[in-house]
């Protein structure tokens, strides 16, 4: 029988569309929960539920399975100090505990990658094991995308910004950068939007903010794969925005047919933009 | 008699403080308030209160002051919809409102700039007016700059964002970007860290944020001049920073002697960075 994949699974829905996507390729899946992240759909479908810094239970779970290849799906985030303690006992050393302590979500990821390679697992990204979920390019919705300048600024800022431990998505209103995204992630940066829209300090009507979004240049794609859905859609359909642009091949789309309806619905154009060659 | 200095007045605490500047130097100051912007007390010290679109009021004014120079200090935001619509009649024409309203705040004070020139005035800078405004290089309190990664990396990430219509200011917790500063500016940017360390989701203790924050490379420091003050301090201290880092001849302090001050009282650095290179 096929070695499994396992999913390591943070937040968000993207452990759970990654889960059935495999399977209907017949692939096997283990799903192991991270407590505290995972949804609880997640949880429910999950063979196990550890502490993210439970290392030696999410190994010995992980051994017990044999996979062919695990995969980080879903977001998770830098622990707490307290956490962080607690873990001192349980982990490999203290260097390697106070190095996560300093380190953004993206050291976090890769200090676990590595942990998890120097046990002789193979870590595949999302992107390698159901490249179905890919933004492919192109229009994606009925909605021909407008504010091509404000697009190209973005994805040139997102491009500016990959040397450094941020996030992978903007807010662009005509050439007006609105919002660089921060640890609170994309949800909550649109919101932000709104309300700055509220108070008049942004272009209106053909100066709409239009999201971008995509993985830093250089990302390794099997930490961080930067993804939108359907609540993204609504999230900048409530604040005004004109559409969403997106890397192709560099972000994910949680439920396709889902997010292009809604898209559809807001009259939003939804794009994927090939990275420029 | 000398020809006066006209600062046309925006918000905040800027334009009181170059015009108590300048007359101690013995120039005579005459200051028009751009109403909704000019915080009370500049309204008050005002020879004229006038709409930032009614420019041909304002233009009557400076006309009639025969100023040697006009500066532009304290914030100013791009005008909403309908204040522009109100302006159409009495503005130069329909091209350059339009220009305006799709312009970020930098496009709006560029074109105020060049409309300025136009009518044979010389428009010159806070920094060249009152270079004692100006940041010092050096540390400029008690307390011993610290988190010297945090500051290289805000100073770069700045130098990054330069060419993008966008915040110059960050804030960078051990080498993560907790914050790039949007429209919203500098407090509410760093409200926003605050929140989300209060939410667990940065680093603490050693790791405690710095606010960095410059003119961007190859700005016209006439337009926009960053600025810091006691308030600044009093934000910054309230969500756990643990100082702040300013580009030396970038960037105005507001009442340098309370600043430092209060940088003290809350164990703050407070250190002047001079450009790279």
Redesign the interface.
Known sequence: MEAPVAILAGGGALPLALAHTLRQQGRPVEILALRGFADRDTRRAAGAVRDLLDARGILDVLHAWRPGAICLAGYV??P??LALLGAYSAFRNRELISRL????DD?LLRGVVNLLEDQGFTVAGVHALAPGLLAPAGVLGEVSPTAAAAVD?GF??LG??A????GQAVVVA???????E???GTDAMIA?VRK?WGS??????D?APVLVKTAKTGQDLRIDMPVIGPRTVRCAAAAGFAGIAVGAGQTMIIDHAATVAEANRRRMFLVGVSPAG
């Not at 302590?101 to 953004?104: L, V």
């Not at 040397?163 to 941020?166: A, E, I, M, T």
């Open positions: 985030h830098r707490g100090p302590a300093a380190a953004g050291g600024i040139a800022l500016s910004l040397p450094y431990d941020v005509g050439t007006r950068v609105c919002a660089v921060g640890p609170e932000r700055l008049g300090r942004l272009p209106r009507s100066q």
